[in-house]
T-cell receptor, first 112, second 116 residues
């Protein structure tokens, strides 16, 4: 039972354009969400997070949007750069726990 | 070092061998986590330590898996009598506080275990 789903295994975007990575979840108890970026042969690196009391969080070129009614979140990267090419994982958790539940990842390729 | 380090980075074992994977968390971090990442999947939780206490081992797939953190810093994940299905990347993460949901987990580079 996959509680966190990233239905797009891969995405290609032209440099300078917007990248939109999507994530859906099924457990309504989740109240904190994170995005991690992973380069080959490296561990996941924390990118940005959002609490369920917000619907948007922004950090530089990265913005995460949360739609609780749809149980959906998305990561927007604007403008996309070749160095953003990596696998992006969505993760979810809820108050009172420390376990992260990860999606299967989306491989982003930004074309120069 | 500034980040989480793991060793070895790569390990090849013959089926039935025992292996030990090491994790050095960020200095001062109270919480330590082990995750298993199979090919094409996201990381899956294995176990959690708060200092030297193993508070949750619900994700360990079998009793062949054992983890310890005796002095509350370095941790070792041991797999006995390895099987082919144990082949995966084993990730260690640490966080500053006592493992609350909003306390960011910082990951090491992982150990890629291949069981032949």
């Amino acid at each position: 039972d996959q509680q966190v789903k990233q239905n797009s295994p891969s995405l290609s975007v032209q440099e300078g354009r917007i990248s939109i990575l999507n994530c859906d979840y099924t457990n309504s108890m989740f109240d904190y969400f994170l995005w991690y970026k992973k380069y080959p042969a490296e561990g996941p690196t924390f990118l940005i997070s959002i609490s369920s009391i917000k619907d948007k969080n922004e950090d530089g070129r990265f913005t995460v949007f949360l739609n609780k009614s749809a149980k959906h979140l998305s990561l927007h990267i604007v403008p996309s750069q070749p160095g953003d090419s990596a696998v992006y994982f969505c993760a979810a958790t809820f108050s009172g726990t420390y376990k992260y539940i990860f999606g299967t990842g989306t491989r982003l390729k930004v074309l120069a | 070092g500034a980040g989480v380090s793991q060793s070895p980075r790569y390990k090849v074992a013959k089926r039935g061998q025992d292996v030990a994977l090491r994790c050095d968390p960020i200095s001062g971090h109270v919480s330590l986590f082990w995750y298993q990442q199979a090919l094409g999947q996201g990381p899956e939780f294995l176990t959690y330590f708060q200092n030297e206490a193993q508070l949750d081992k619900s994700g360990l797939p079998s009793d062949r898996f054992f983890a310890e953190r005796p002095e509350g810093s370095v941790s070792t994940l041991k797999i006995q009598r390895t099987q082919q299905e144990d082949s995966a990347v084993y990730l260690c993460a640490s966080s500053l506080a006592w493992g609350v949901s909003t306390d960011t987990q910082y990951f090491g580079p992982g150990t890629r275990l291949t069981v032949l």
